[in-house]
C-alpha cells in the first residue's frame, strides 16, 4: 500500500502522505481554507468550525483541518454552500467580539478583519448586548491579555501545552462567558511568550514591547536571519521605513531551523539597530572623523608592520563575507596572515540548550567564522575571560570586530577596559560606554539588518541576511572597510 | 462657398466702447451707493475684522480636538486620521493610558497646518468623533509663529470656544464597561446592536 494520498481539491489533483488533513492538502496545492484554531505547528483542536468544505459523499460539510485526506476524495472549497457557511460561521464568531479596532494594535494583521473582508461582508443580525469581560489584563512581563477580543480558538492554551510545555492557560466558565485566562497565581513566565501574540488570530494577546509604538500598516518586512544566538532563526525584520526605525522581529516559517518559532530574547535584536543607541561616525581618540580618515589612520598604522606586530580580534557576530574580507585584505596588506584572536564573552556558556531553540552560544556565526579561519589556515587563540595571550603578543595596531549585539557580552565593558590598554586598537563596533573612549579608533559598522551576507548555524546552515537601507548612510560595512584598506595600501606603495 | 468675415468685429460699435461701458458701469455704482446710503437696500459688504462673517456650521476650518465630558482628550490614537491624511499633516505617538478603560491615548498630537489641505478626512475618519474641522477660518499670521499644532492647542481654542462652545464636547454614545476594567469612563468603543459591522 502506497503512503501517498490523490485527492482533488476543486477538482484540481494533488497527492499528499497518508494521514495529512484537508487542509494540509488544500495549502499544499495552493487554496486557502479560511481558518482560526488550526495552526500547522500545533495539535488540532476543531474547535473554531471555520473550515468548513464540501466533502463529495458526505451528507454534512466538513471542518477540513480534521479530516484526514483520503484516496479518491473529492473537496469543493468554492461552493455558494461553503461561502454561505463561511459569512454565518464568521458571524458566530463576532457577536461577542467588541470591535474596537481603531485601539487594538493587532488591527491591519488580524484573522478577523481579514476573514471579514474576505468571506464575511454581512449585516449583522445579532440583536443583543455583546457580553462583557475583563480588560487589558497583565498576564505576564511581556502580554496584556483582553478577553473580550478572544475567540476561543485555544492556540495559546495548545502552545502553553506542547511547546513550552509550562500550561498557565486555560479556558474557564462554559458558553458565552467562556474566557482564556491563566491559572490562579500564575503568569506566562518563559522565553517563548511572544509567540503568543503571534499566533493569537485577533488580538487578545499583544505584546507589551511593540504595543501603542506603531500601526502594523506602516511597518514593511525584510526576510532575514535572527543575530541573538547560534541557533539563528530565520525571522522577519519589521521597519517603518519613512521614519528608518525598527520595530520588532517575528518568526518566519523554516522546517530546518526554528519550525514557526522563536525565543523573546531574539525579539529585542532590534534595539540595537535605532539611531539612539548607536555611533554615528567614527572616532579617532575621542574626536569624530570621517570614515575615509579613519580608514586613512589605520592604513598609516598598519604600514610597515610586521604581521606578528598586529592582532585581529575577531567575535562570531558578523558574516562569512566579512570574515574572508578582513582576513584577506590583511595578508595582502601585511604579505602574511596576523595574529587571530577570538573573543568570547566570560561568562558564556556556550554548550547551554533550552530544548527548545535558544543556545548559550550568543553568537549567531559561530560555526562560519571556524570555517572561514579552518579555509585560511589559521589557528586562533580564544581570549574567554583572560586576556593574557592579546597582551603577550605585544600588537601594535589591535583591530577588533566587535560584538553588534552588545546585551550578548554582559562582561563587554571590562574586555574594552582591557582592550583600550593596548597600543593601538581599532574598535568595528559600536560601544558606547566610557571605557570605550579610551580606544584610539572606533569606527561604527552596519548591523544585521543593512548588511548582505550568511551566517552558518550551530548544526552547519547557511542562511542568507538582507539588507535593508543603512539607519547611517556613511557606516559601511566591515568587508567595505578592509576593502578601503587594501586600495588604500596598494596606491601609497 | 460661405464664408465668415472675421476681420471685423460686427460687435464693435460705439456703444461697446471704452467711454460707453464705463459710464455704465458707474451708473451702476452710483444708483447701488444712493440706495444705501437713503437705507433703500442692504449692504453685502462686511467690515472684517470688526465684524464678522458667519459661515455655515458645516465649514471646515482649523481642527479642534474635542474631549470626554469629563474633559479629557476623547482621541484613542488609533492613526486613522493620520493615515488618511493625504498631505500626511498629522503627527500621533501613543501611549498606555493611566486609565484602563481607555487603553490607549496620544502622549503627543501634533498637525502641520502649513501642510494641511483642509479635506476634513481626518473628520470622516475618526471613528469616536475626536477630531473635527472647527469654524476657525481667520489663521493668518507671521513667519515666527508655531505653524504646528499641539495636542493642548488643539484642545484649549479661544476661537473654537467661542464659537462651539459646549459643543466642543463630544455626545457620542459610550459602551458600558465589564467591573474588572479598573476606569472611572466607560469604555470606548460603540454600543453594537446589530447594524453591520
Given at each position: 500500500?502506497?503512503?501517498?494520498?490523490?485527492?482533488?481539491?476543486?477538482?484540481?489533483?494533488?497527492?499528499?502522505?497518508?494521514?495529512?488533513?484537508?487542509?494540509?492538502?488544500?495549502?499544499?496545492?495552493?487554496?486557502?481554507?479560511?481558518?482560526?484554531?488550526?495552526?500547522?505547528g500545533l495539535s488540532i483542536a476543531g474547535v473554531c468550525r471555520f473550515c468548513m468544505v464540501?466533502?463529495?459523499?458526505?451528507?454534512?460539510?466538513?471542518?477540513?483541518?480534521?479530516?484526514?485526506?483520503?484516496?479518491?476524495?473529492?473537496?469543493?472549497?468554492?461552493?455558494?454552500?461553503?461561502?454561505?457557511?463561511?459569512?454565518?460561521?464568521?458571524?458566530?464568531?463576532?457577536?461577542?467580539?467588541?470591535?474596537?479596532?481603531?485601539?487594538?494594535?493587532?488591527?491591519?494583521?488580524?484573522?478577523?478583519?481579514?476573514?471579514?473582508?474576505?468571506?464575511?461582508?454581512?449585516?449583522?443580525?445579532?440583536?443583543?448586548?455583546?457580553?462583557?469581560?475583563?480588560?487589558?489584563?497583565?498576564?505576564?512581563?511581556?502580554?496584556?491579555?483582553?478577553?473580550?477580543?478572544?475567540?476561543?480558538?485555544?492556540?495559546?492554551?495548545?502552545?502553553?501545552?506542547?511547546?513550552?510545555?509550562?500550561?498557565?492557560?486555560?479556558?474557564?466558565?462554559?458558553?458565552?462567558?467562556?474566557?482564556?485566562?491563566?491559572?490562579?497565581?500564575?503568569?506566562?513566565?518563559?522565553?517563548?511568550?511572544?509567540?503568543?501574540?503571534?499566533?493569537?488570530?485577533?488580538?487578545?494577546?499583544t505584546a507589551k514591547d511593540f504595543r501603542f509604538k506603531c500601526r502594523v500598516w506602516f511597518?514593511?518586512?525584510?526576510?532575514?536571519?535572527?543575530?541573538?544566538?547560534?541557533?539563528?532563526?530565520?525571522?522577519?525584520?519589521?521597519?517603518?521605513?519613512?521614519?528608518?526605525?525598527?520595530?520588532?522581529?517575528?518568526?518566519?516559517?523554516?522546517?530546518?531551523?526554528?519550525?514557526?518559532?522563536?525565543?523573546?530574547?531574539?525579539?529585542?535584536?532590534?534595539?540595537?539597530?535605532?539611531?539612539?543607541?548607536?555611533?554615528?561616525?567614527?572616532?579617532?581618540?575621542?574626536?569624530?572623523?570621517?570614515?575615509?580618515?579613519?580608514?586613512?589612520?589605520?592604513?598609516?598604522?598598519?604600514?610597515?608592520?610586521?604581521?606578528?606586530?598586529?592582532?585581529?580580534?575577531?567575535?562570531?557576530?558578523?558574516?562569512?563575507?566579512?570574515?574572508?574580507?578582513?582576513?584577506?585584505?590583511?595578508?595582502?596588506?601585511?604579505?602574511?596572515?596576523?595574529?587571530?584572536?577570538?573573543?568570547?564573552?566570560?561568562?558564556?556558556?556556550?554548550?547551554?540548550?533550552?530544548?527548545?531553540?535558544?543556545?548559550?552560544?550568543?553568537?549567531?556565526?559561530?560555526?562560519?567564522?571556524?570555517?572561514?579561519?579552518?579555509?585560511?589556515?589559521?589557528?586562533?587563540?580564544?581570549?574567554?575571560?583572560?586576556?593574557?595571550?592579546?597582551?603577550?603578543?605585544?600588537?601594535?595596531?589591535?583591530?577588533?570586530?566587535?560584538?553588534?549585539?552588545?546585551?550578548?557580552?554582559?562582561?563587554?565593558?571590562?574586555?574594552?577596559?582591557?582592550?583600550?590598554?593596548?597600543?593601538?586598537?581599532?574598535?568595528?563596533?559600536?560601544?558606547?560606554?566610557?571605557?570605550?573612549?579610551?580606544?584610539?579608533?572606533?569606527?561604527?559598522?552596519?548591523?544585521?539588518?543593512?548588511?548582505?551576507?550568511?551566517?552558518?548555524?550551530?548544526?552547519?546552515?547557511?542562511?542568507?541576511?538582507?539588507?535593508?537601507?543603512?539607519?547611517?548612510?556613511?557606516?559601511?560595512?566591515?568587508?567595505?572597510?578592509?576593502?578601503?584598506?587594501?586600495?588604500?595600501?596598494?596606491?601609497?606603495? | 462657398?460661405?464664408?465668415?468675415?472675421?476681420?471685423?468685429?460686427?460687435?464693435?460699435?460705439?456703444?461697446?466702447?471704452?467711454?460707453?461701458?464705463?459710464?455704465?458701469?458707474?451708473?451702476?455704482?452710483?444708483?447701488?451707493?444712493?440706495?444705501?446710503?437713503?437705507?433703500?437696500?442692504?449692504?453685502?459688504?462686511?467690515?472684517?475684522?470688526?465684524?464678522?462673517?458667519?459661515?455655515?456650521?458645516?465649514?471646515?476650518?482649523?481642527?479642534?480636538?474635542?474631549?470626554?465630558?469629563?474633559?479629557?482628550?476623547?482621541?484613542?490614537?488609533?492613526?486613522?486620521?493620520?493615515?488618511?491624511?493625504?498631505?500626511?499633516?498629522?503627527?500621533?505617538?501613543?501611549?498606555?493610558?493611566?486609565?484602563?478603560?481607555?487603553?490607549?491615548?496620544?502622549?503627543?498630537?501634533?498637525?502641520?497646518?502649513?501642510?494641511?489641505?483642509?479635506?476634513?478626512?481626518?473628520?470622516?475618519?475618526?471613528?469616536?468623533?475626536?477630531?473635527?474641522?472647527?469654524?476657525?477660518?481667520?489663521?493668518?499670521?507671521?513667519?515666527?509663529?508655531?505653524?504646528?499644532?499641539?495636542?493642548?492647542?488643539?484642545?484649549?481654542?479661544?476661537?473654537?470656544?467661542?464659537?462651539?462652545?459646549?459643543?466642543?464636547?463630544?455626545?457620542?454614545?459610550?459602551?458600558?464597561?465589564?467591573?474588572?476594567?479598573?476606569?472611572?469612563l466607560p469604555n470606548i468603543h460603540l454600543t453594537h446592536t446589530g447594524g453591520g459591522h
Open positions: 500500500m502506497s503512503n501517498q494520498v490523490t485527492l482533488s481539491i476543486n477538482n484540481q489533483p494533488v497527492t499528499v502522505p497518508a494521514g495529512s488533513t484537508i487542509i494540509e492538502a488544500a495549502q499544499k496545492a495552493g487554496v486557502s481554507v479560511p481558518h482560526f484554531c488550526w495552526h500547522p464540501k466533502v463529495e459523499g458526505m451528507p454534512k460539510l466538513q471542518i477540513a483541518c480534521n479530516t484526514p485526506a483520503t484516496e479518491g476524495m473529492k473537496v469543493d472549497t468554492l461552493s455558494d454552500e461553503v461561502k454561505e457557511t463561511h459569512k454565518w460561521a464568521l458571524e458566530f464568531h463576532l457577536i461577542n467580539h467588541p470591535l474596537d479596532c481603531p485601539i487594538c494594535d493587532q488591527a491591519g494583521e488580524c484573522e478577523l478583519q481579514n476573514y471579514y473582508m474576505k468571506v464575511g461582508k454581512y449585516q449583522a443580525q445579532m440583536e443583543d448586548q455583546k457580553v462583557l469581560k475583563p480588560k487589558a489584563l497583565d498576564v505576564g512581563d511581556t502580554l496584556v491579555l483582553d478577553t473580550e477580543r478572544c475567540i476561543l480558538c485555544s492556540r495559546c492554551v495548545r502552545f502553553e501545552d506542547e511547546v513550552t510545555k509550562t500550561s498557565t492557560l486555560g479556558i474557564f466558565n462554559r458558553g458565552d462567558q467562556a474566557t482564556i485566562g491563566t491559572y490562579p497565581e500564575r503568569k506566562i513566565k518563559h522565553n517563548y511568550s511572544y509567540n503568543l501574540a503571534d499566533i493569537c488570530p485577533v488580538g487578545a494577546f511597518l514593511k518586512e525584510t526576510k532575514t536571519v535572527c543575530p541573538g544566538c547560534s541557533t539563528g532563526c530565520s525571522v522577519n525584520l519589521f521597519q517603518n521605513s519613512s521614519q528608518r526605525e525598527y520595530y520588532r522581529l517575528k518568526p518566519r516559517h523554516n522546517a530546518e531551523v526554528n519550525g514557526h518559532w522563536m525565543c523573546d530574547t531574539g525579539r529585542t535584536m532590534y534595539e540595537h539597530l535605532n539611531a539612539s543607541s548607536r555611533l554615528a561616525s567614527p572616532q579617532l581618540e575621542g574626536q569624530s572623523i570621517s570614515s575615509a580618515a579613519a580608514m586613512q589612520a589605520v592604513t598609516d598604522a598598519a604600514k610597515g608592520l610586521a604581521a606578528d606586530k598586529v592582532a585581529l580580534v575577531l567575535t562570531a557576530q558578523f558574516t562569512n563575507e566579512e570574515y574572508v574580507a578582513s582576513l584577506s585584505a590583511l595578508k595582502s596588506v601585511l604579505k602574511s596572515a596576523p595574529k587571530v584572536f577570538i573573543w568570547r564573552d566570560e561568562s558564556e556558556k556556550s554548550d547551554d540548550f533550552d530544548g527548545i531553540l535558544f543556545r548559550g552560544d550568543r553568537n549567531p556565526n559561530t560555526r562560519g567564522m571556524m570555517d572561514v579561519l579552518k579555509e585560511h589556515g589559521i589557528t586562533a587563540t580564544v581570549l574567554k575571560g583572560d586576556y593574557a595571550p592579546l597582551a603577550a603578543a605585544a600588537p601594535e595596531l589591535t583591530l577588533i570586530l566587535a560584538p553588534e549585539v552588545e546585551s550578548a557580552y554582559p562582561n563587554l565593558a571590562k574586555a574594552v577596559g582591557r582592550f583600550s590598554e593596548l597600543k593601538k586598537t581599532v574598535y568595528f563596533g559600536n560601544a558606547l560606554t566610557d571605557s570605550a573612549k579610551k580606544l584610539w579608533l572606533r569606527i561604527p559598522v552596519k548591523t544585521f539588518a543593512e548588511k548582505s551576507g550568511t551566517f552558518v548555524n550551530f548544526n552547519g546552515v547557511a542562511q542568507k541576511l538582507k539588507a535593508n537601507p543603512a539607519v547611517f548612510a556613511n557606516v559601511k560595512g566591515v568587508d567595505e572597510y578592509f576593502g578601503d584598506l587594501s586600495r588604500l595600501a596598494q596606491s601609497a606603495v | 462657398m460661405a464664408y465668415v468675415n472675421v476681420s471685423r468685429d460686427p460687435e464693435r460699435n460705439w456703444k461697446n466702447g471704452y467711454l460707453a461701458t464705463s459710464m455704465l458701469g458707474l451708473g451702476t455704482t452710483l444708483v447701488t451707493f444712493t440706495k444705501q446710503v437713503f437705507g433703500l437696500e442692504e449692504s453685502n459688504t462686511v467690515q472684517w475684522p470688526e465684524v464678522e462673517y458667519q459661515y455655515s456650521d458645516r465649514f471646515k476650518g482649523a481642527h479642534f480636538l474635542t474631549k470626554r465630558p469629563d474633559g479629557r482628550v476623547r482621541c484613542t490614537a488609533c492613526f486613522l486620521c493620520a493615515t488618511n491624511c493625504p498631505a500626511q499633516c498629522i503627527t500621533i505617538v501613543a501611549g498606555e493610558s493611566p486609565d484602563k478603560g481607555v487603553e490607549k491615548y496620544p502622549v503627543r498630537f501634533e498637525i502641520d497646518i502649513l501642510r494641511c489641505v483642509f479635506c476634513g478626512y481626518c473628520e470622516e475618519a475618526c471613528p469616536v468623533d475626536a477630531i473635527r474641522l472647527g469654524p476657525e477660518y481667520s489663521m493668518a499670521g507671521l513667519a515666527e509663529r508655531k505653524w504646528v499644532y499641539t495636542k493642548d492647542y488643539l484642545l484649549e481654542r479661544d476661537a473654537v470656544k467661542r464659537k462651539v462652545g459646549e459643543k466642543q464636547v463630544s455626545k457620542k454614545d459610550e459602551n458600558v464597561k465589564h467591573d474588572s476594567v479598573d476606569s472611572a
